[in-house]
């Protein structure tokens, strides 16, 4: 960490001649000394995208061709839905605790989803993938795409979008884990979360589901 805040300030020095060119090559360069350090946050993807478009399951058919890829496990204070375990597919806290993670520094980025629930990234599991070198993922919402783009900003950001708004709106009934009032709900920030795709590095349509994976297995250079 220590060398990242020297080569930080390095960076910040250069930015400061501010001559268009010497821009251009030094954040190059920085962008090289990051890759040897071993410390690059460029094997860390954010996976964002609308509700039921199918991220879960693009990650997870990822995960089984390439084991080596880990996965953020978020803090949430929505309840356990049925079979979901703690620790496993979240962190369940309550508010209080949600709170204390903010108040001590421990979250990554953070958001109040569908303006109900906190879901949070722990900082800890990504500091410790990004000194590993290890390929990780998360997969959070558009509010927290912005923050970790500011303090991660070699990441890569991946948004997964539905072929179409029909398409969205028929996986989101068919798949029945939502009543007509939070299906409502989870549609209105479907739209806010659509109206970001612009925001990402690159968007993947998630019409077939083994394309899909080996677009997102290329982008984060697995094969
Ligand atoms: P669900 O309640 O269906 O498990 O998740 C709802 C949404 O919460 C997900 O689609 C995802 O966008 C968002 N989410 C999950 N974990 C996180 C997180 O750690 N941070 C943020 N900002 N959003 C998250």
Request: aromatic share 6%.
């Amino acid at each position: 960490m220590r060398l990242r805040s020297r080569l930080q300030g390095v960076f910040e020095v250069l930015v400061r001649c501010s001559e268009k060119n010497l821009l251009v090559a030094s954040a190059d360069l920085l962008s090289q000394l990051w890759q040897h350090t071993g410390m690059s946050s460029s094997t860390v993807t954010v996976i964002a995208g609308p509700t039921a478009v199918g991220k879960g399951t693009v990650i997870a058919r990822l995960r089984e061709l390439f084991p080596e890829v880990e996965l953020s496990v978020s803090m949430t204070t929505r309840s356990p839905r049925p079979g979901e375990i703690d620790g496993v597919h979240y962190h369940f806290v309550s508010e209080d605790q949600f709170a204390q993670l903010i108040d001590s520094k421990q979250m990554l980025e953070w958001a109040l989803v569908h303006g109900k629930y906190h879901y949070g990234t722990p900082r800890g599991p990504v500091d410790d993938a990004v000194r590993r070198g290890v390929p990780f993922l998360l997969e959070i919402d558009v509010v927290g795409v912005r923050q970790v783009r500011e303090s991660l900003p070699g990441a890569r950001f991946v948004f997964i979008a539905p072929p179409s708004w029909e398409v969205l709106v028929s996986r989101l009934v068919g798949r029945g884990t939502e009543d007509p009032a939070e299906q409502e709900r989870r549609l209105r920030t479907a739209k806010v979360e659509l109206a970001a795709a612009d925001e990402f590095d690159v968007t993947i349509v998630n019409d077939d589901l083994e394309l899909a994976v080996h677009e997102l297995a290329h982008m984060m250079g697995l094969e």
